[in-house]
């Protein structure tokens, strides 16, 4: 009998062109639309991905469902998102959308349901119950997969993880999928192409506030302290200026003052606010321990460039360079070489 296996299928190629390649392998595959919370004001589209998402499983003719979990959306990834912001911390919405939606809800529901597996089109590596970065590390999403545990790596298929975007283009032309040629999704995840402090304004009222030196000068102003990430360079402006002004970073922010600080970097690319050891909370390591590996890495931001580190404790890293990036909020993903181990939340 055919393992059962339950496809998230959000309409666009890479969830479809998964369920191709299982019906291929032999696999009893189900396609399930999920359906999420949309604020009033942005272009409704779920419905039409909902129906490019049927005309794929009319194609290859395979059941499909439409799967509510508008609740948890909103609370899980939206409610989230805007609290943490406010709390003047940087949330990343598409970790929590893949721990309390796609792997929450679904996943769930799946289980219970009589699916041997849950499929998604993520670009992430599934071998020996181990988390692996995908094949095309352009594409790769192990990132946002850090909160999977162990049990849900057993029962989870990511069938375009060893493939590159290019192939997973060709294959969809190959299968003939009504979807062929729609390009991919941008933004926040489900919600679509918005700009994320455009999405933030509508819940978060915008106060100008000032931008301050390592001094203690005013130089500038902003729109609003919750809106800035550390490191950031773009969104505030710069009044006190000289003709040969290098780029300003913020480096702190004060959200009870709605003030931020910015600064230069040296002539050796470096910013004042170096940290070298930070706590983790809400630490998910997916193979029940934390990694002791000697050549562990980390990166705290989606495609940012891996930092070699040690884990002190199951929920202390320390880098062995100073980092100028790091925010409290952000998940900072663990690695060593291709193998995602999990990670946390920085404290």
């Given amino acids: 009998m055919s393992k059962k296996v339950y496809v998230g299928m959000s309409g666009g190629v890479d969830s479809s062109v998964s369920a191709a390649l299982l019906k291929k392998a032999g696999y009893d595959v189900m396609g399930v639309f999920i359906k999420v919370w949309q604020p009033d004001w942005i272009k409704c589209t779920w419905k039409e991905d909902r129906l490019d998402a049927m005309r794929v499983c009319a194609k290859l003719e395979i059941p499909f469902i439409t799967l509510d979990l508008e609740k948890e959306y909103k609370k899980e990834v939206v409610d989230y998102m805007i609290s943490e912001y406010k709390a003047g911390r940087t949330p990343n919405p598409d970790v929590m959308c893949n721990r309390y939606v796609k792997f929450g809800g679904f996943y769930d529901w799946a289980m219970k349901n009589g699916a041997d597996y849950v499929a998604t089109g993520h670009y992430a590596r599934i071998e020996n119950g181990k988390l692996l970065a995908g094949e095309d590390k352009n594409k790769d999403q192990s990132y946002f997969l850090w909160t999977l545990m162990k049990e849900q790596l057993s029962k989870?298929?990511?069938?375009?993880?060893?493939?590159?975007?290019?192939?997973?283009?060709?294959?969809?032309?190959?299968?003939?999928?009504?979807?062929?040629?729609?390009?991919?999704?941008?933004?926040?995840?489900?919600?679509?192409?918005?700009?994320?402090?455009?999405?933030?304004?509508?819940?978060?009222?915008?106060?100008?506030?000032?931008?301050?030196?390592?001094?203690?000068?005013?130089?500038?102003?902003?729109?609003?302290?919750?809106?800035?990430?550390?490191?950031?360079?773009?969104?505030?402006?710069?009044?006190?200026?000289?003709?040969?002004?290098?780029?300003h970073y913020v480096i702190s922010k004060d959200i009870d003052k709605n003030i931020i600080t910015v600064a230069n970097k040296n002539h050796s690319g470096d910013l004042p606010n170096g940290l070298k050891k930070v706590s983790l909370r809400d630490v998910n390591w997916n193979q029940g321990m934390a990694p002791t590996g000697e050549n562990l890495m980390a990166r705290s931001r989606y495609r940012e460039e891996l930092q070699k580190i040690k884990i002190v404790d199951n929920n202390i890293v320390e880098f062995e360079k100073p980092q100028y990036t790091l925010s409290s909020g952000q998940s900072l993903v663990v690695y060593e070489g291709d193998i995602c181990y999990g990670g946390g939340i920085i404290c």
Avoid: M
């Fill in 156 to 247: 989870t298929l990511f069938p375009v993880g060893d493939i590159e975007k290019l192939e997973v283009r060709r294959l969809a032309k190959k299968f003939n999928l009504p979807n062929a040629l729609k390009k991919d999704s941008q933004g926040l995840c489900f919600i679509g192409k918005i700009d994320v402090k455009e999405f933030l304004g509508h819940y978060i009222d915008q106060k100008k506030g000032n931008v301050l030196d390592i001094s203690g000068k005013i130089i500038g102003e902003h729109d609003g302290a919750f809106f800035f990430t550390i490191g950031e360079r773009h969104g505030f402006t710069i009044t006190e200026k000289s003709p040969h002004d290098k780029p």
